[in-house]
């Protein structure tokens, strides 16, 4: 693991979602060069991967807490207590 991939996984989601919308700012205005749009472009890129591993690495642990709650014969939300 490299020193920038590091920094990457140093970041809560919502710093890493704020500056791929940084990136994707920066790309809408237009006024970069070639060259500093293709880093910025690749920057975002693993951003966005990121993103999404830390997406789907929550969705895996609320599937597995669901899961643990399902088996002690408990429902996440009992209407019948509630009258409904």
């Given at each position: 693991?490299?020193?920038?991939?590091?920094?990457?996984?140093?970041?809560?989601?919502?710093?890493?979602?704020?500056?791929?919308?940084?990136?994707v700012?920066s790309l809408?205005?237009?006024?970069?060069?070639?060259?500093?749009?293709?880093?910025?472009?690749?920057e975002?890129?693993?951003?966005?991967?990121y993103?999404?591993?830390?997406?789907?690495?929550?969705?895996?642990?609320?599937e597995?807490?669901?899961?643990?709650?399902?088996?002690?014969?408990?429902?996440?939300?009992?209407?019948?207590?509630?009258n409904?």
């Amino acid at each position: 693991m490299n020193a920038a991939e590091k920094n990457l996984n140093d970041l809560t989601f919502e710093e890493a979602l704020k500056k791929l919308e940084e990136n994707v700012s920066s790309l809408e205005k237009g006024d970069l060069g070639l060259d500093e749009s293709i880093i910025i472009y690749e920057e975002g890129i693993k951003y966005s991967d990121y993103l999404l591993k830390k997406l789907d690495s929550a969705e895996k642990r609320v599937e597995e807490l669901s899961a643990k709650n399902d088996g002690n014969g408990q429902s996440s939300l009992n209407t019948e207590s509630l009258n409904i």
